[in-house]
């Protein structure tokens, strides 16, 4: 079993920045694909970056150049960079973790999510 605990949301004025994390933490697994989704009320949750046990990374087009995801591998940790927020970025921010137990089994869970408010 995997347990996931999100932190770092809150209320920032436009052009604001706030910094996301999401831990990971359980015994024996191993994982691969961490990323990064969002919902805003009243819309599907949408995808927001990726990155890969390798460092590969990718974002949507309206964050590109903006949010930044960084991974701690040692401590199976993923942090969602934010800057130059905009209104349009509130919403519930969740990560996804995905990997492999040492059983070889895969799993894939969600944060309990974090709330990000853009607003003056």
């Known amino acids: 079993q995997v347990q996931l605990v999100e932190s770092g949301g809150g209320l920032v004025q436009p052009g604001g920045s706030l910094r996301l994390s999401c831990a990971a933490s359980g015994s024996s697994f191993k994982v691969n694909y961490m990323a990064w989704y969002r919902q805003a009320p009243g819309k599907q949750r949408e995808f927001v970056a990726y990155?890969?046990?390798?460092?590969?990374?990718n974002y949507s087009d309206s964050v590109k150049g903006r949010f930044t995801i960084i991974r701690d591998n040692a401590k199976n940790t993923v942090f969602l960079q934010m800057n130059s927020l905009e209104p349009e970025g509130t919403a519930g921010y969740y990560c996804d973790i995905e990997g492999s137990s040492s059983s070889g089994s895969s799993f894939a869970y969600w944060g309990q999510g974090t709330q990000v408010t853009v607003s003056s």
């Open positions: 990155i890969t046990n390798g460092g590969i990374t």
